[in-house]
């Protein structure tokens, strides 16, 4: 990805920098590289007077490197608040999920005007360093002021999102699904599986009923909204079924690794629920109690 800008501005885009070169009239050219596959969406130009720091966090598969760009004003801010919430993120996705799966692009966060995306390895950040989702506890039980709305939820579809995509955005739910998900283990981790499942009965009540969260295939049209919280609950209520929080802990890695695909350029997933699903070694009780497709296809459904 190579993009030149004017001078006085930088551009921050996916993976890692090679290098700079400079060109006629004051600009400058940034080039990176992105060493995994990526999806269209993820790919990202950011340009600003940025200032970056960094630091290194010791993960499962080693040292992975932290970036952080930002505006001169917010450096201070920002150091603190990454801090915070950056390392703690990644401890509570790595020991549910797996490894980060980008140790090679690093990861990145990125100022941006618009609140946030999972652009891959330089995610948006626009949440103006404050906790929950812009001040606000989208739970209303407390737990949802304690961190970063924003680090935490789109940093989460590293996981759910890039590492694994969706063959048709009908299926987007899959990928907002478990990245909300993704909160509630993270409260969980820091805070006790009590205040994991407040957290996440909370967010119960944001839940519409508008329609099913599902949308229609082959027509580039995503599903209802409830995706995010009705999703979450759905992942939730599996868990409820199962009863094992030790199996529960070791199946959920497995919701992207038994659909691999090798490449030589690294590893990509583009699933179906259907293969998700199947590839589980789910207890047949469980298969039984818990209703995938009605739950996702129709509206109104009860949740233990």
């Given at each position: ?249 070791n199946m959920l890695p497995g919701f992207d690794l ?7 350029g690294g590893e990509y997933r583009f699933v179906t ?32």
């Amino acid at each position: 990805i190579s993009v030149a800008v004017p001078a006085g501005l930088k551009d921050v885009s996916n993976g890692r920098l090679r290098g700079t070169r400079k060109l006629a009239g004051g600009y400058t050219r940034y080039d990176w590289a992105v060493r995994n596959p990526i999806n269209n969406y993820d790919v990202a130009l950011n340009v600003a007077n940025y200032a970056h720091f960094s630091d290194v966090y010791q993960g499962e598969k080693g040292p992975l490197t932290l970036d952080y760009w930002v505006l001169p004003e917010s450096l201070e801010k920002a150091k603190k608040q990454f801090a915070a919430n950056v390392k703690p993120m990644l401890k509570s996705m790595e020991a549910w999920f797996g490894p980060y799966p980008f140790y090679q692009d690093g990861y990145k966060l990125v100022e941006t005007p618009h609140l946030g995306m999972e652009h891959q390895s330089a995610v948006a950040y626009g949440n103006k360093y404050q906790n929950g989702y812009l001040g606000h506890d989208r739970s209303n039980t407390g737990w949802g002021d304690k961190f970063d709305f924003i680090i935490i939820h789109e940093s989460g579809h590293e996981w759910f999102g890039n590492n694994i995509t969706t063959k048709d955005i009908a299926d987007m739910w899959v990928h907002e699904s478990f990245t909300c998900y993704s909160e509630g283990l993270f409260v969980e981790t820091n805070y006790g599986k009590q205040a994991g499942q407040e957290y996440l009965h909370g967010q119960r009540r944001n839940i519409q009923n508008d329609g099913p969260i599902i949308g229609p295939y082959g027509v580039n049209k995503e599903g209802s909204g409830d995706m995010y919280d009705k999703g979450a609950s759905l992942l939730n209520m599996v868990r409820t079924a199962i009863n094992d929080d030790a199996k529960w802990r070791n199946m959920l890695p497995g919701f992207d690794l038994p659909v691999r695909v090798r490449t030589k350029g690294g590893e990509y997933r583009f699933v179906t629920p259907s293969t998700k699903w199947a590839a589980l070694d789910l207890p047949g009780a469980t298969k039984d109690n818990v209703e995938v497709d009605t739950f996702n296809y129709y509206v109104g459904v009860l949740m233990d």
